[in-house]
Structures are given as C-alpha cells and as structure tokens.
C-alpha cells in the first residue's frame, strides 16, 4: 500500500490571505501556524506500519450486552472538543448501546496520525477529513461509500454534497460550508475617509484603486489591503472569473501559465502602487496569529478570508468587520463566480467494523437539531437548511452575519469545482513559494507562471 498523505512542508501563511482550508482551528488555538511534515524518522516508521498484515483494525467488537464504540478523530481546538463532545453526549442519550470514543488532536499531527493510523488498518470509525486529502485516501480505498447506508442527504446544499463525491462513491459529508471572502475594516476606512465599496458592482480594478487610496491616506504602516498569493481560494476565483479552473474533472489542472502569470502580475501591480504591504512586511506578517493579523489590528483595510474565519477576526478586531464578495472583471455580481465549500467532512473508515452505527452517528450530526445546537457555527454554516435555520436564534450576531452572506450569495455561485485530485497538498506551498518569488522580484510573472504550472503538474501526477 503506497503511503498515505501528509501536510505539505512547513510554511507560514501570509497574515490576510485565506488558509488552506476555511477552518480557524485547524491551526489549533486558533492560531497561523501551518501544517508540519515530521521529520525522516516517522515516515520510516509509518513505511515500516505498512508492512503489517492488511487484516484487523477498525472499532472493538461489540460487547456482551450488545453495545458498540465507535472511535471518532477530529482537529481543532479546546472549543470544539467541548462542542464536538456535548454532539456525542446528545447522541449517546439517544443511542445507548453505541459509545463515542474521541479522540482528537491540533491540525499539525493529525495527518501524520491518521496516516500511520490508516496504513496499520487501525484507522478511527469516523475522521474529520480535509477537502485536500478526501480524494487521495478515497481513491486507495482508506474511506467508506456513505451513499451506500441510510443518511439523509436531502435538506444538504448540492454544491456541499457533491464535495464529498468521487469515483468511490459518496465518502464525505459536509459538516459545515464556507465561501471565500473578502472581508472589510470599515475602522480603516472611515479614518482614511474611504467609503466601502458597493461589492455588487466592483472590479478587480476598483479594488487596487480603493486599496491604494487608503494607503495614501492612511499613517506609516497601514495598508489597502493585504497581499493575496498564498493559497488556493483567491487563485481559484481568479481562474473561475476567467473561465478557468485549479483542476479538471479528471484530475488534471485546470489552467494554462499565461493564466497564473495575469494573477501574479496583477498582485505586483498592487504591490507597486502600494495597495499592499511590501515583499518584506508580507514575509513579516506570515509569522502573525489570526488575532495579530493585519485586518485584525487595524492594519489592512482589507483582506482574503474564508466566511467562518470572520467571527474570531472580528473578535480580535474589536470591532465590526464586513464581509465582501470579491472583485469581478466585469462589474457584476453574477460574474463573481464563488462556490460553497466544504470547511471539514465527516468520513468514515472502510475498515469499520460497524458501519451501520457509524453512518447513524454521521446521520446524526448531518440532520438532527440537537447536533446543530451543539455544533452550532464552529465548523462553518451548517449544510443542512433546516438545521441552520432552527440554530440561528442561538448563534452569535458575528455567526449570523456569516449565515446570512451565505444565503445572500446563493443564487450566484458558480458551478462546484472539481475536487482537489491526488498531491493537491502540495499546490498551496507552491503557489506561496513563487508568489514570494514574484514579490521580491527574483521572479518575472512570466517565469514564475512556467516553472510553478510545472511544479504544479509533477504534483498531481506523481
């Protein structure tokens, strides 16, 4: 059995920019910090874990008196344990004879975790899995087709159930959906005497121009907004808009260089007019916490954030934040081609040795109010509409605003992207490391469009 996926290379994501995926706790404490490869030694050790017999593994067998355990691993911080295990204790009073073990851990050992985990066929009964590896461990068989046991998919938003979708089936369930963002100070606005702008009607030019104006405006060290370039979302609008994509259906990318090159030129435009910090603040900033982040401190007018990252920058602002569409290249709303993204999935091990039990706790969590109200917002707006609908009284005015931008942007999303195909994990350290290239200029657009689509292609095809 090949070696199941880990994080990429350690890299710090640029304050501003979107993580990887849109979830704030995947850091942990809702932290920046990124996702870490171990060192040689664990991926000795994990090779060596293949080697063992591919019998055994999954749940412990059910007890004399007909209970079952379950295992259940997520990421996250000490609020969703807490969340995640008021979720269980619903769960358990309604199902006595089924037991949820958790266990759980910070985004940096998770992977490498669930990897040596899968590859021992000791794999948890139910995983909390990534869009960026849902395909590589589908495809070798680590996740079981849920479309295949009885859960109601019915009240789920299409483009969030067709995200866990594949060649294997049905092997995620969104347990919560995201869009990317941008989100507005309007503290920075006001003080520079900028209006906001009207993001039905804005374009990517409207953008550079408002940024650059409020730098002007704006004291020693304050910025329009902060530098996109280290993930995947703004890139994937970019293409979208272009009548592009990151990746086809059949796990190819889904662009040319010369597409790239126009993203990349454009952000040296920013950079030039002084829209966005320098190459040096941007590497500085990386370093910086969500709640020390530019937006957060009031040093960036704007910035690139997922929808469910807004409460916890809000709260760190101290103040109101709005959230935007992003830009268009033609003014219109209709043109902004965003998508509903899944922030996590529930996934459950093939090697379950109760399935039916765990699809009835993945049920669970999918459609039944109680779960919602444990849940609440914490891993992005709930897919189910009706669950998010009977929860909204109990959620904040932070989380509401979310809910609602995701109800408002319903009816001019784009059609769903492909999933991210095997390697994806590497793209975001890619487009991070040329987008620094370009920044610092050591690196023409051009250039730097040729050499990362190649990187890019030896990715997904290795």
């Known amino acids: 059995m090949p070696l199941f996926p880990r994080p990429a290379s350690a890299a710090k994501q640029t304050a501003g920019a979107p993580a990887s995926g849109p979830d704030p706790q995947r850091r942990g404490a809702h932290t920046r910090s990124v996702r870490t490869r171990k060192a040689g030694a664990v991926a000795a050790a994990v090779a060596a874990v293949m080697a063992l017999s591919a019998c055994g593994g999954g749940a412990a067998p059910q007890s004399a008196d007909g209970t079952v355990e379950?295992?259940?691993s997520w990421?996250?911080?000490d609020k969703r344990a807490q969340l995640t295990q008021e979720a269980i204790k619903q769960f358990e009073a309604e199902n006595p004879k089924i037991k949820i073990k958790p266990e759980f851990g910070d985004w940096s050992g998770y992977w490498d975790k669930l990897a040596t985990q899968v590859a021992a066929n000791d794999a948890p009964?139910?995983?909390?899995?990534?869009?960026?590896?849902?395909?590589?461990?589908?495809s070798r068989g680590a996740l079981l087709d849920l479309s295949k046991y009885d859960i109601d998919t019915s009240k789920l938003d299409e483009a969030a159930l067709n995200a866990g979708k594949g060649e294997k089936g049905l092997?995620?369930?969104?347990?919560?959906?995201?869009?990317?963002t941008i989100l507005a100070n309007p503290a920075v606005f006001q003080a520079a005497g900028v209006p906001l702008p009207d993001d039905t009607k804005w374009t990517w030019e409207d953008f550079g121009r408002i940024a650059a104006e409020i730098t002007a405006k704006s004291p020693k060290g304050t910025y329009g907004a902060?530098?996109?370039g280290t993930d995947e979302a703004s890139l994937g609008v970019w293409l979208r808009q272009d009548g592009k994509s990151l990746y086809t259906s059949d796990g190819k990318l889904g662009f040319e260089p010369g597409d790239i090159t126009e993203w990349w030129a454009f952000l040296k435009k920013l950079s030039k007019d002084k829209?966005?910090?320098?190459?040096s603040e941007v590497v500085e900033a990386e370093a910086a916490p969500l709640d020390q982040s530019g937006l957060a401190t009031g040093k960036n007018g704007m910035a690139f954030w997922w929808s469910n990252q807004a409460p916890a920058l809000e709260k760190a602002s101290g103040g109101d934040l709005k959230i935007l569409r992003f830009p268009t290249k033609t003014g219109s709303s209709a043109d902004t081609e965003l998508w509903y993204k899944a922030s996590q999935f529930w996934s459950a091990s093939s090697r379950t040795k109760h399935p039916q039990e765990t699809a009835k706790f993945i049920n669970f969590l999918t459609n039944n109010v109680k779960a919602g109200e444990a849940l609440l917002a914490d891993r992005g707006v709930y897919p189910n509409s009706e669950v998010r609908a009977a929860i909204q009284p109990k959620l904040t005015?932070?989380?509401?605003?979310?809910?609602?931008?995701?109800?408002?942007i319903k009816d001019e999303l784009g059609e769903a992207p492909a999933p991210p195909p095997k390697g994806a994990g590497a793209i975001q350290e890619i487009i991070k490391r040329y987008t620094s290239e370009v920044l610092f200029e050591r690196l023409s657009p051009e250039d730097a469009g040729k050499k990362a689509t190649d990187e890019m292609k030896s990715a997904i095809s290795s």
């Open 275 to 279: 829209a966005v910090p320098s190459a």
């Open 226 to 228: 902060a530098a996109y």
């Open 125 to 138: 009964d139910i995983i909390q899995m990534d869009e960026k590896y849902i395909t590589e461990y589908s």
């Open 397 to 408: 005015p932070a989380d509401v605003k979310v809910v609602n931008f995701i109800d408002q």
């Open 171 to 180: 092997t995620g369930i969104a347990a919560g959906i995201n869009a990317a």
């Open 70 to 72: 379950l295992r259940f």
């Open 75 to 77: 990421w996250g911080g």
